[in-house]
């Protein structure tokens, strides 16, 4: 079965700063995509990111960035310089690729930029 | 593209309703999830489709909960009778398997109030 896990249910940072958020996973599968998406306080979940455990390199988008490490199971998302605008709830979830088609999801993060 | 389209947004009724909530997937797509949010259980998977067939329903609480998706354009999540403890933001989402890993678009989600 697969499970994520991301500790830290609330973060404070100051605007400019950067920020990693933690997500862990655990699966038996050889294949599988981890995603991250934003839920600012309108309550639309917004895609961010994307990894695929095969990909070589580290998945990057704009100010975003996935820190992957395969061995420990572990893909964090690093937001450079955070604006005011990136508070709200991130989500970590993982997809398998054989079999089913579902995305399952970690807690979450509250994340809050302060100016 | 109009993206994923959910009615109501917001939806208030008193125990022992039917409420029905409506998804209207991005066309070409051939997967179509719902899911529920809520603070104790965060976000998870009622049921997904494929094709208009139901994969995987064991997400779904209990017999009060339907769903359905008549043609590729069109599914509803059908709660007969509504109980308080539904009270939630169902989201719909639907991704294709053409395509890229990622692919997951969320629409806006309904808020359920059962009073």
């Known amino acids: 079965a697969q499970k994520i ?3 830290q249910p609330g973060m404070f940072v100051q605007e400019k700063e950067a920020v990693t958020l933690d997500c862990t996973y655990d699966t038996s599968d050889p294949s599988y995509g981890l995603f991250w998406y934003k839920q ?29 490490q395969k061995a420990r199971k572990s893909a964090n998302l690093v937001i450079s310089a955070s604006q005011l605008g990136d508070s709200a709830m991130y989500f970590c979830a993982m997809r398998r690729f054989q079999g089913a088609q579902k995305l399952v999801f970690g807690q979450g993060t509250r994340l809050t930029i302060n100016p | 593209d109009a993206g994923v389209i959910q009615s109501p947004r917001h939806e208030v009724t008193e125990m022992g309703q039917e409420v029905t909530l409506r998804c209207k997937p991005i066309s070409g797509h051939d997967y179509l999830f719902w899911y529920r949010q809520t603070m104790m259980r965060g976000l998870e998977l009622l049921i997904y489709f494929n094709n208009n067939v139901p994969i995987d329903d064991s997400g779904m609480p209990e017999d009060r909960f339907s769903a359905k998706m008549p043609n590729a354009s069109f599914s509803t999540l059908k709660i007969q009778p509504s109980e308080p403890r539904d009270s939630a933001v169902y989201f719909c989402a639907s991704r294709s398997l053409i395509g890229t890993g990622y692919g997951y ?11």
Do not use: C, H, K
């Open chain 1, 40 to 68: 600012p306080s309108s309550g639309e979940m917004i895609f961010l990111i994307y990894q695929g455990s095969y990909d070589q390199q580290n998945a990057t988008e704009g100010r975003y960035s996935l820190n992957f």
């Open chain 2, 105 to 115: 678009t969320f629409g806006s989600g309904t808020r359920l109030t059962v009073v």
């Open chain 1, 5 to 7: 896990t991301q500790t």
